[in-house]
């Protein structure tokens, strides 16, 4: 049995709460859970460079199979000696599948038992994906984590629809788990999908849990449903899961969301917010958000986050980065999404703290109390 390429060491149970303290050991380095992972869509994350990353302390970024695969192709990346050195990242990488993407990007034509047929949304090109297929290109890609090739099906579609949705990912998982040709260099994570339903969770659970991934994700999610849903889905959701095994939940999210995903038992989540609400210069604060380009801050000369020690907040002010963003210089967004990055991996570094000293939910209640979530 060849070692594992990527091991969860769970470290401490959180007394009051599913929450868990644990390491994730991979081939690029061993990094500390619960944690955030920036993204980074085509081989960078946006307008952020390797050496800023590094400073803010992140450890696992993410990058996309779907984009790399149609532009420059997996080949050049292997060519190149894989993603850590194209992108001159010697961290830890993980990629999705790009069935994600395959469903909300391009057009869709259909799905079928062998794999998903679409029409490229660059170049309208015929397209097919399987998970043979997504697997090869993850593996010439060579990020430590990779997905599984799977169907995130709309969380309101019919019982019936999710349930051989489900019984198909399944199959699809097993297919992934047979083409990937370096397990001892790469963990391929199995996804739970089952929409809201908990015996589909269930089914999906056992059928991947059966087939002994190293780490599991919580697909289906984060797609349109209320946070009050998802957190109901996670709360019969995670016990499914091994103890000793990472779990990741794809695509979360808001502070609200990372800490009541952590709180219900989540180790590893991956977002696109920070990024993405910086291009319009929207910045995550411990007050809440701050929409910089509003008037309000034309002389508003303090930092953009007092209780924030990271670079932005300890060079700039908001008067300048609402020059920026209304003068529409680079740097306004380049310091704004540093800054939202920085906010998040804080936040987890704030998280695991909470975990060690047995507090998660007083600082739950703090951190909601000053962001100005209202408290369910
Ligand atoms: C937002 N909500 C949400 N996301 C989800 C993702 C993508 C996670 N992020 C990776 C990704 C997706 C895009 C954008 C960036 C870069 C790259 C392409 C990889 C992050 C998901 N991915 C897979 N394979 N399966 C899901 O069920 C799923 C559910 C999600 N629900
Ligand atoms: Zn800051």
């Known amino acids: 049995m060849t070692e594992p390429a990527v091991k969860y060491h769970l470290k401490k149970k959180e007394k009051h709460t599913g929450a868990r303290l644990g ?99 660059l170049d309208g090109r015929n397209l097919f994906l399987s998970p043979e297929k997504a697997i090869a290109v993850e593996n010439a890609l060579g990020a430590d984590i990779i997905m599984s090739f799977d169907e995130c099906p709309p969380f309101f579609e019919s019982y019936d629809y999710i349930k051989k949705s489900v019984e198909r990912t399944s199959r699809w998982a097993e297919r992934g788990l047979k083409a990937h040709k370096h397990p001892d260099r790469q963990a391929l994570f199995g996804i739970v999908q089952g929409g809201g339903h908990k015996d589909l969770r269930e089914l999906s659970a056992k059928a991947l849990v059966s087939l002994d991934f190293p780490g599991y994700s919580i697909g289906g999610l984060s797609v349109g449903e209320s946070k009050a849903e998802m957190n109901h889905v996670l709360d019969f959701t995670t016990p499914l899961l091994p103890e000793n095994k990472p779990r990741y939940l794809m695509g979360v999210g808001s502070p609200d969301a990372l800490i009541d995903g ?115």
């Not at 800023?52 to 990058?63: D, F, P, R, T």
């Not at 994600?100 to 679409?118: C, N, P, W």
């Not at 977002?271 to 508003?300: E, F, Q, W």
Request: net charge negative.
């Open 262 to 376: 952590v709180i219900r038992g989540v180790d590893m989540f991956d977002c696109v917010l920070p990024t993405r609400i910086a291009r319009n210069g929207t910045c995550m604060t411990s007050h809440g958000r701050v929409v910089i380009k509003n008037a309000v801050y034309a002389h508003d000369f303090n930092p953009l986050d007092d209780n924030c020690d990271c670079y932005v907040c300890q060079n700039y002010t908001r008067a300048y980065l609402r020059h920026l963003f209304k003068a529409q210089e680079t740097l306004g967004l380049r310091l704004a999404s540093y800054h939202n990055l920085y906010f998040l991996l804080h936040l987890m570094k704030q998280i695991r703290q909470a975990i060690a000293d047995d507090n998660l939910l007083d600082f739950r209640e703090q951190f909601f109390e000053e962001y100005g979530y209202n408290k369910q």
């Open 23 to 121: 390491t994730l050991e991979t081939p690029h380095g061993t990094f500390p859970t619960p944690m955030f992972m920036p993204v980074g869509t085509q081989a960078t994350v946006k307008a952020i460079s390797p050496r800023e990353l590094k400073e803010m302390g992140a450890g696992i970024i993410l990058s996309n199979t779907y984009h790399l695969w149609l532009r420059p192709g997996e080949e050049l990346v292997a060519e190149a000696g894989g993603l850590h050195h194209f992108m001159n990242w010697d961290q830890g990488i993980l990629t999705d599948s790009g069935g994600f993407q395959v469903f909300s990007l391009a057009q869709m034509r259909d799905i079928t038992e062998k794999g998903v047929h679409f029409k490229s949304h």
